[in-house]
């Protein structure tokens, strides 16, 4: 049977976003957006730009600066059946809003015994936009990664965004999407497709190698795909595994790369030092140790708060070149 | 109209309806401290006795399966007068696979969704946004129904009861806070956790509509409730009530030093209060029963709730395969140590 052939446009990381809002807003009429500036300022990252004159207030909800009071709210009201999206202006904010989200938001059908559901979508940017300082710079996915009751997502390319945040307002559980400021003008093919969805659990070979696998999510997928490149011209073939899904989390298909390049860097933007990095290394060394011919080596953010200097904040993240070097390391 | 309501409210069906209720829950209170005693409840457990009359007074003014209801750990009560099944709510305190939640969440975390009561949560304060959450759902969705949100003195000082006060203000959610003023955050009197212990003042800034009501009188107090939900349901805008009442017992069943914070001259004085032996006196008084009907009545309810107690302990611990249930809608979570 012949695939059927479905339309593309092409579009960036942000319109892909802002199409699937869309999309889902006019598909579900209990699905709404919440969040601070996401109306009538039409959002500070532009990502719900127009939806406010389009569907109006009670579907496009600007909110109080109050992360935890409004995140609440939305958690009450999915338990009662709606599927809010909550705008974190940036991750760093939904700090405030930590005991919602983990105390209660993760654990309302497991307390209920499966009574209460809670499809709950938080999203929003999180890790290094530009000069942005120490408190607007946090990479958050870990921390949620490793609560259970949540699902976490970090999706590196146009097409995932769409058809991962799709999947998450279409989900029963809550689920955090963390996008990256890096990634909003990242160009790419989406289909034309109000059905297209990519489930969660399932990581993504970008472009396949015989010596190392660099294994990342969300913007440091991108920069290991340009390590990779760099890699080709040394002479190193490197493959390039997208994550894409922190929580459930693929090993499947990372072991079955680390089983083909039998080594492995872990590339992540979040600090290096007790980071989501260091869960994948630690299951590469469990589960494929006598695959490996080298110690799985991480790669992630220098363990400071981010200082405001550009220099300084550019030594702080994970780069072409540091990938490159955490190669080499492995000799 | 008015008087023929009143009459029809207290008629004597409904007065020993009343006190059958507060009684039951008397009951049902003590005998969980006594099961928490005998080591067959763990953890944290925090009873009602004392404040049956504010759980009694709320019940019968709202519309009780339509209407939400959502509050902090002091969670026995509300179902069982909803009608959940009280082996199942015992059972759940009790932590076996009877119970509401299979014995996942216990004393603190107890939940009849289907019957509108959304739990049972042990952050003080936390479950609060989450009760603007129902009212706004119910709002959104063009339903009249009114969300019951209680919090005690103590969560009355959070941020995110100001913030939720916020929102419900300004997008005119139908939630009645309601909160229960024993008297002491744990074990922190009034006068010292709050600047201004005239907490029903805290609505006003928001321009919600704020009291304060006698909580212990069930009969004043039930009209009141009823006063109060009757008008949020009309006019879908949020309201601030202050309910006075007295726990007679420890914050929890771990607290076992209610001398550290408050005299037995004190607690003395505030039992003459109690709302069960308020009640039998207007019983008396309007002959709707007799001592002996009374009594007979605390028999027979004692002899209920020992019952429930037994069904509930004749429920086998949750088997350990279940540990994995629920955690997600769809999917186990990673495994193992």
Not at chain 1, 134 to 161: F, M, N, R, S
Not at chain 2, 279 to 287: A, F, V
Request: hydrophobic residues 40%; contains cysteine.
């Amino acid at each position: 049977m012949a695939a059927v052939e479905v339309a593309t446009q092409t579009m960036s990381y942000r319109d892909a976003i802002s199409k699937v809002l869309s999309e889902e807003i006019e598909a579900n009429p209990d699905v709404f957006i919440m969040g601070e500036d996401i109306g009538r300022y039409q959002g500070t990252f532009r990502v719900t730009q127009g939806m406010f004159d389009k569907y109006g207030e009670k579907r496009i909800i600007d909110t109080p600066i109050t992360e935890a009071g409004f995140t609440g709210i939305a958690i009450g009201a999915a338990m009662a059946g709606l599927r809010p999206v909550v705008e974190m202006m940036t991750m760093s904010f939904s700090i405030l809003a930590m005991d919602q989200i983990i105390n209660h938001a993760a654990k309302i059908h497991y307390m209920t015994g499966g009574q209460a559901k809670c499809p709950l979508v938080i999203r929003g940017p999180g890790g290094a936009a530009k000069q942005l300082s120490a408190q607007h710079t946090h990479c958050l996915e870990g921390w949620y990664a490793h609560a259970p009751g949540l699902k976490v997502v970090a999706p590196a390319t146009a097409i995932d965004a769409y058809g991962m945040l799709r999947q998450a307002i279409r989900d029963d559980n809550p689920v955090i999407f963390t996008e990256n400021p890096g990634l909003y003008t990242v160009m790419g093919e989406v289909p034309d497709d109000r059905e297209f969805v990519v489930p969660f659990g399932k990581a993504n070979i970008l472009r396949e190698g015989t010596d190392v696998s660099l294994v990342g999510y969300s913007r440091m997928t991108q920069i290991n795909l340009a390590a990779a490149e760099k890699l080709a011209e040394q002479g190193v073939s490197a493959e390039v595994v997208d994550v894409r899904s922190l929580s459930p989390l693929d090993m499947t298909t990372i072991n079955a790369s680390v089983a083909k390049t039998h080594r492995a860097v872990v590339v992540y933007e979040d600090w290096k030092f007790g980071g989501f990095g260091g869960e994948i290394a630690s299951r590469i060394a469990e589960e494929s140790f006598d695959d490996l011919d080298a110690p799985v080596v991480r790669c992630g953010g220098l363990n400071v708060p981010t200082p405001y200097a550009r220099n300084l904040e550019l030594e702080c993240i994970p780069d072409v070149d540091d990938v490159i070097a955490a190669v080499q390391k492995l000799g | 109209m008015a008087k023929a309501k009143l009459e029809e409210i207290e008629s004597p069906a409904m007065l020993e309806e009343f006190y059958r209720q507060m009684l039951f829950i008397r009951r049902f209170e003590e005998k969980c401290n006594v099961a928490y005693r005998l080591g067959k409840i763990g953890g944290y457990m925090h009873t009602y006795v004392g404040m049956e009359a504010t759980a009694v007074g709320i019940h019968h003014a709202i519309k009780p399966t339509y209407d939400y209801m959502i509050t902090a750990y002091r969670d026995h009560p509300q179902p069982l007068l909803l009608g959940t099944d009280p082996v199942k709510v015992m059972a759940e305190i009790m932590g076996r696979s009877d119970g509401m939640s299979r014995g996942k969440g216990g004393s603190m975390h107890v939940y009849d969704i289907e019957r509108g009561f959304f739990g049972g949560w042990g952050i003080v304060g936390g479950h609060i946004p989450l009760g603007g959450g129902l009212a706004f759902a119910s709002k959104y969705r063009n339903e009249d129904r009114v969300t019951i949100c209680l919090l005690g003195d103590g969560a009355a000082n959070q941020g995110v009861v100001f913030e939720t006060m916020n929102m419900a203000a300004l997008w005119d959610l139908p939630i009645i806070f309601c909160i229960e003023n024993n008297e002491f955050a744990m074990g922190t009197r009034l006068e010292y956790h709050a600047a201004d212990t005239e907490l029903y003042k805290r609505g006003e800034p928001f321009g919600i509509k704020s009291e304060r009501i006698d909580g212990m009188d069930v009969l004043s107090f039930h009209k009141d409730m009823q006063r109060i939900v009757d008008w949020t349901r009309e006019n879908q805008k949020p309201y601030w009530v202050e309910i006075m009442n007295y726990r007679f017992l420890g914050h929890g069943a771990a607290d076992n030093d209610r001398q550290l914070y408050r005299t037995k001259e004190e607690e003395d004085a505030a039992m003459k209060r109690d709302p069960i032996a308020r009640l039998e006196e207007i019983l008396l008084k309007r002959n709707v029963m007799t001592r002996e009907k009374m009594e007979a009545i605390d028999e027979e309810l004692t002899d209920q709730v020992e019952a429930i107690y037994e069904q509930a302990d004749a429920s086998p611990f949750p088997d350990a395969s279940e540990v994995y249930d629920n955690v997600y809608t769809d999917m186990e979570p990673e495994k193992g140590h």
